[in-house]
């Protein structure tokens, strides 16, 4: 396991630190004095633990027939490792070469890999985290394949020039022993062979090798006398040979698609010849060539007919069909179609031994991007339920978010409505690869990963324990239609080939309420009920977000004015024309700009919806005069309010998804107070007869273009709101600080209120922050320049809190804070209804309290910790079913914790946590003022930080874009960990990375995987013993009986003598300049000085006197067995003996 050196931080340094200062403000008390805190660099230390999911890129397979152990290589120079459900194993060779080929050293915790570089290795896998013991690196050859024969130390290895060398994989040291190919091929032969692709012994004779040239010259090479006993030529290039138990026979596979067999005494011509896909013509005349067979094996059963089982051959006229696995078995032949292409496959068989019946009873397939599981056991070939989690990438991962140590009900809960899902029809059999043990790890805290998907799908995923096992499957793409017209075609311009890709998620464990943010530009809130229904009407919420109007357009002079804000580059896309101001239904004709049209459009039909999460409500930005909907950048969901709150470039909007109503649909700069500090300087107004949709007073009088504001309600608004719904409502918005017309919800209008687009400066960083994919981030119109685009404030992130709204205030209520990319942090008040029925009839109040502080670059996280230092997490109410009875309801409903206490006068009792790409600032609450600030990167940009559990206590964890992960105390921001540990490559890896609780953190660090790594130094104490263990003590099975007669007459398996053969003796010693010998780091000294902790070490020891326990008994067991059958043989001998002892010879 790779270690990395921490830069340990001197505690109590923050003061004198250049990067960062802790000064309180005069008159206030050192906050510092009053929190105590228990964090140190000691509790720290980076490693990775777990890589879950579909290897990338895989090349080569290899399986442990005794150990059951599964191995796959990559094009990256990675292994993965699979034994039985929750046992997996990563290793990473270091030159990242591709891995050609790998073999198993049967039943002794070894395996070799072969590599494109040349070089090959030794891995010893009786140790949790693998180690290289010898490679061994070629420099005047290419290696092109590696046999390593079953209980033999000696590995052969073809090369490109078409010679064999011999390889001891004890030492790793070459043998003088080399097979030349001008020696193997007939001296008559003008041309070289080719390469080396297949070598294999004989199973009935070791001292046989059989070579295959990639010309189609297949050579029987006898070891002992050093020559070729027979050559074998036909016309078509090999892919690969496949020998028959008993030795006589050996099947190889052609380029031409032909299958020829070979008796080993009849090299003249072959025994057969078949074309398995070929069209047999009517004359006799030989068939069609086909496409390559790539592989072909052969194996043998006691008691009916061998499987020949083989890739590739298809004709050439199947142009666009899948690839395919073809399954002969006496007369009958099966085509299992794939869904990628194959790379390699094995054929798993009850034996190991070569000579003797194979008895096979599955098919590994591994496929670009799939592994399969064939059961040859039963009619039809149905496939093994696979309990890898190797469907990350089912469909893109676009989004990723981590929960440690969430609520225990919760993976029970999804489990039980995710087993419904599954798919029917698998093989009633158990997963053939079951090796391995599962570690005996101490880590029992619930841990539950989210990915959401390009397809509009959301996994989850049980993560405790270092294992991963999907739980529950959403479709959000179900909510809306899938045809489109010819009149909403052009919206595919926008949202292309994914339309509903998930953007951003939000959750709430306790509650379970989880919201959805699409690249389509909606928002879907779903609750999680164990009953299915049918919703009728999908509810529905259209709002409508626009940008503010450019500085061409002069302002009206009558009426009120209020100051916006300006942008330093002061550029934005003009709207052209004015609204409708009758009711319509959205314009999307040829000769006028759309409007009023979201880009998806909902389901109309009734939705069926299964027990697990059901859609509550869906929101949808539409387009405005040309212009689509911006991209949703943030989004927060709160179950105790009953709020969802999501914003973008735009502004932000505020949904009571309780009540189906739109609360505050606000521009980014109208957030700021008109005496705000942070406001820039003013610039002209907007004109009149183009209102903003802040909120207003309702005694502000009539105003004559409030009309011009409002636009119609879809038809799909099942929920119609009264105009003295209104009106009471608008009563209550009394503390907004403008004096603009409230554009709210009326029966058979659609809802819309104006925001205007704060012309402030994006840098690259904010970008990629919030680039979900390189894909959603396109242009979405030509009428907005790109210097426009850059320019506007976005919302970056959001934080539901109890704080103190206003400076100074004593007493705390339910706020919401929302920070930009400007590194601007507001706050906003919120005014609760009462409980009960009066929270669905009483509408929620909302008012702007300005800016509480600023900081450089994009907010990315915020959080409020109480007067010790611990965090005051969002008021949340806990999970109800909502198709339960009203009584079940109310028993299982509760309402939000209470608040926390308020302030006294002049004294702080609340510290406000602001995190931005640049830097961190800690706040005293209600006084608001500075008492912590730490630069965090000077060079670099923040790509994701999260204020997360830690020993008991509270930090900031973070994680630059130029790779490293940091750690901050809390409150003081003293630097705790810095390690340089991932340099951003990938921008999967900015849209994937989060941290959690307990010191886990994890991100995709390819397509179709997922890697966990650990910041905390217990965890990596006792990272050994939770790991799974790959190697377990099996007994080699025995070897088939030869028989009395094969033993009489010299019959069966022969063995070869190898030490004699290739030992330093008799082939004396290879060439120095042929390979260069490397040791790895996997010897005993490396092993115990990278094995951390006392946990770690009794394991081992454990592990080593079970293992000598269990020989010592396997071995008395053997010893008895002797005996008892020497005894037996005794007898029976005294049987016979007393039973002729009198008879004459003649009488026998």
Known sequence: ???????????????????????????????????????????????????????????????????????????????????????????????????????????????????????????????????????????????????????????????????????????????????????????????????????????????????????????????????????????????????????????????????????????????????????????????????????????????????????????????????CLTVMHGKSTAVLEMDYPIVDFLTLCETPYPNDFQEPYAVVVLLEKDLVVIDLGQIGYPIFENPYPLTIHESPVTCCEYYADCPAELIPALYSVGSRQKRQGYSKKEWPVSGGNWGQGTQSYPEIIITGHADGSVKFWDGSALMLQVLYKLKTAKVFERTRGKEEKPSTDIVEEDPFAIQTLSWCPESRILSVAGVSAHVIVYRFSKQEVTTEVVQLLEVRMQGEFSDGDSPDPGGEQTPTLPTPAASSSPQEGELPTQPSTGSNSSDGPRDNIPCLQV?????????????????????????????????????????????????????????????????????????????????????????????????????????????????????????????????????????????????????????????????????????????????????????????????????????????????????????????????????????????????????????????????????????TGALLPPSYESWYDPNASDEDKEKTRRRRPASPPSSQEGQDSQFAVLCSEKQAKVLAMPSQTRIYKHNITESSFVLRTDVVQMAGTYCIACFCANGHIMTLSLPSLRPLLDVNYLPLTDMRIARTFGFSNLGQALYLTSATEIQRITYSQETCDNLQEMLSELFTPVETPEAPNRGFFKGLFGGGAQSLDREDLFGETAAGKASRSLAQHIPGPGNMECMKGAASGVVGDLARARIALDERGQKLGELEERTAAMMSSAESFSKHAHVMMLKYKDKKWYQL
Request: net charge positive; charged share 20%.
């Open 1 to 323: 396991m790779k270690k990395f050196k921490i830069r340990k931080v001197l505690d109590g340094l923050t003061a004198a630190s250049s990067s960062s200062s802790a000064t309180a403000q005069p008159g206030a008390p050192r906050e510092n004095d009053v929190v105590q805190e228990t964090l140190q660099s000691e509790h720290f230390q980076l490693c990775k633990t777990v890589r879950h999911g579909f290897p990338y890129q895989p090349s080569s397979m290899a399986f442990d027939p005794v150990q059951k152990i599964l191995a796959i290589g990559t094009q990256t120079g990675a292994m993965r490792l699979f034994g039985r459900a929750g046992v997996e194993c990563y290793c990473q060779h270091e030159s990242g070469a591709a891995v050609i080929q790998l073999q198993f050293l049967i039943n002794e915790g070894a395996l070799v890999s072969a590599l494109a570089d040349d070089s090959i290795h030794l891995w010893n896998l009786r140790q949790k985290i693998p180690a290289i013991l010898h490679s061994l690196k070629f420099s005047r050859e290419r290696i092109t394949y590696v046999h390593l024969p079953f209980q033999s130390k000696w590995l052969y290895i073809g090369t490109e020039r078409g010679n064999i060398h011999i390889v001891n994989v004890e030492s790793f040291t070459l043998s003088g022993y080399v097979i030349m190919w001008n020696k193997a091929i007939e001296l008559s032969t003008k041309t070289h062979p080719g390469p080396v692709v297949h070598i294999s012994d004989n199973p009935m004779d070791e001292g046989k090798l059989l070579i295959g040239f990639e010309c189609g010259v297949v050579v029987m090479w006898d070891l002992k006398c050093k020559k070729a006993d027979y050559r074998y030529n036909y016309d078509e290039a090999i892919h690969s040979v496949a020998w028959h138990h008993e030795g006589k026979q050996f099947v190889c596979s052609h380029s031409d698609g032909t299958l020829t067999t070979w008796n080993i005494r009849a090299p003249a011509k072959p025994a057969q010849i078949i074309t398995p896909h070929g069209k047999q013509p009517k004359d006799g005349k030989k068939p069609e060539p086909c496409k390559p067979i790539l592989k072909v094996e052969y194996k043998t059963t006691r008691a009916g007919d061998p499987f020949m089982v083989l890739s590739g051959g298809l004709s050439y006229d199947t142009v666009g069909r899948r690839a």
């Open 603 to 867: 389901r109309s039909s009734p939705l069926k919806q299964s027990p697990g999460y059901q859609v509550e409500l869906v929101t949808q930005l539409v387009w405005v005069s040309g212009e689509p909907p911006q991209p949703i950048t943030s989004l927060a969901i709160n179950s105790s309010y009953g709020l969802v709150v999501f914003g973008n470039s735009n502004g932000l909007a505020v949904v009571d998804y309780l009540q189906k109503t739109l609360l505050l649909n606000m521009g980014t700069s109208e957030l700021y107070s008109p005496s705000d500090p942070y406001q820039r300087q003013p610039r002209s107004p907007r004109k009149q007869r183009q209102p903003s949709g802040a909120l207003c007073d309702s005694n502000d009088g009539p105003n004559p273009s409030e009309d011009r504001c409002k636009s119609p309600t879809s038809a799909k608004m099942s929920r119609k709101i009264s105009s003295s719904d209104h009106e009471e409502r608008s009563r209550r918005w009394h503390s907004i600080k403008c004096k603009k017309p409230l554009c709210s919800v009326n029966e058979g209008k659609k809802e819309t209120e104006r925001s205007q687009k704060g012309g402030i400066s994006r840098t690259l960083s904010n970008y990629i922050s919030y680039a979900k994919d390189n894909s959603f981030t396109r242009s979405r119109s030509s009428s907005v320049t790109s210097i426009d685009r850059e320019s506007r404030e976005a919302i970056s992130a959001f934080h539901f809190c109890e704080s103190f709204p206003r400076k100074n205030d004593s007493l705390v209520s339910p706020c919401l804070l929302v920070g930009t990319t400007q590194g601007a942090v507001m706050m906003v008040a919120l005014s609760l209804p009462p409980g009960g029925d009066q929270r669905l009839q009483q509408p929620v109040g909302i008012s702007s309290c300005g800016t509480m502080a600023s900081l450089k670059g994009a907010i990315l996280t915020m959080a409020l910790l109480d007067a």
